[in-house]
């Protein structure tokens, strides 16, 4: 089952744009992940922010976290073409005795050169 | 190069038949996650290894089982296989300390295609 849902599930810009993409989630989390994934690629992982955090940055990269709204978003600044790429939100709970990662469907960026 | 393998990376076979997928992690990583990946139910998290035991279950079907092995390598084998069991199978490692989920690091998958 989805956890994580991302909006929106497809995002075009131009090169030089930002691009935020959303999560939502249901339930508490111990953190949240975002990965990316080049078409038919691996996943590659980005950023990790833990509950207790409410924004992280790398690079270009800028992820807030809300727990009281249950969500994140994942801004990429000055977008470049090789941004284009799926990217995933993923987030960590306990399920059962046991933690589990769980991923959303994904946000399609395309960045147009 | 995330530093984990998968193999093989395509293969095709039919309907009713068995397959192993096989996955070696990252140097000292513990844990050992398989996903499966279709376009209609996304990445769904299959199972977990940690050090040669099970350590979480997901959407797993009975049809499926998977192990770890002493050297860590992890094995998936699917069998009685259905048109719907095509999808890219994604292996990934992790260290695996306690207190959660940490950055997992994936290989480049192994596409199955059921004819």
């Known amino acids: 089952s989805q956890q994580g849902e991302e909006d929106p599930q497809a995002l075009s810009i131009q090169e030089g744009e930002n691009a935020t993409m959303n999560c939502s989630y249901k339930t508490s989390i111990n953190n949240l992940q975002w990965y990316r994934q080049n078409s038919g690629r691996g996943l590659v992982h980005l950023i990790l922010i833990r509950s207790n955090e409410r924004e992280k940055h790398s690079g270009r990269l800028r992820v807030t976290l809300d727990t009281s709204k249950k969500s994140s978003s994942l801004l990429i600044t000055a977008s470049r073409a090789a941004d284009t790429a799926s990217y995933f939100c993923?987030?960590?709970?306990?399920?059962?005795?046991?933690?589990?990662?769980?991923f959303g469907k994904g946000t399609l960026l395309t960045v147009n050169p | 190069d995330s530093g984990v393998t998968q193999t093989p990376k395509h293969l095709i076979t039919a309907t009713g038949q068995r397959v192993t997928l096989r996955c070696s992690p990252r140097s000292g990583d513990l844990s050992v996650y398989w996903y499966q990946q279709s376009l209609d139910q996304g990445l769904q998290f299959l199972i977990q290894y940690y050090n040669g035991e099970e350590r979480a279950k997901g959407n797993i079907l009975e049809r499926f089982s998977a192990q770890q092995f002493p050297d860590l390598h992890s094995e998936l084998n699917l069998s009685s296989l259905e048109l719907g069991d095509s999808a890219l199978y994604f292996c990934?490692?992790?260290?695996?300390?306690?207190?959660?989920?940490?950055?997992?690091?994936f290989g480049e998958g192994s596409r199955l295609t059921v004819l």
């Open positions: 990934a490692s992790s260290q695996g300390v306690a207190g959660g989920t940490g950055e997992l690091f």
């Open positions: 993923a987030t960590d709970a306990i399920s059962g005795s046991n933690y589990k990662l769980t």
